[in-house]
């Protein structure tokens, strides 16, 4: 057993996704080695992330300023939303300089497993968005992984939304089914965007 500082911090990166004991360990004695002013920057970091970093109230991205930077530029198609599962999704899809319009997080896709129901979503602030009217939607792309959660989350967001007059559309063929949008390379998304179809 570790003296309790130590054991601390080993409980708190346990905590972080994909990350077992064995690695909160090794971060653990690796920081131990560290001169302090590096273990300050650190700390630093952590402490800005969550001080600075905020919730844009238009797209849900994370963001220093509220609205975003896409969300307040007005050479942005603001009558195009791209509706994604998380924030790290809106980076990748922005590295392939392809897309023009704006974006909406969802906070997640539908899990019936694992108890993400449609309430657990941003569904409602999706709905709301797209009442405004201002400006009117014309299309909405469904950006999301091409695996079992995306698929369920594409189907019922086309069945909600079809009665509106706005055009659905959702990312073309070509990502590796059960992959994820985060790991997509450029070129797959950039084609994936630019070959999407009407559902
Ligand atoms: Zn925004």
Redo the contacts with the bound molecule.
Sequence with gaps: MYSSPIQNLIDEFNKLPGIGPKTSERFVFYLLKKPKEEVEKFIWAIKCLREKITL?S??F?F?EKN??F??ANPKRNHSMICVVAEPQDIAVLEKTKEYQG??FVLGGLLNSIRGITPEKLRIKQLIKKISLRQPPVKEIILALNPNLEGESTVLYLTKLLKTREIKITRLAQGLPMGSELEYADEVTLSNALKGRREV
Excluded: E, I
């Design positions: 844009c238009q797209c991205n963001s609205p975003c896409t969300c704006v974006y």
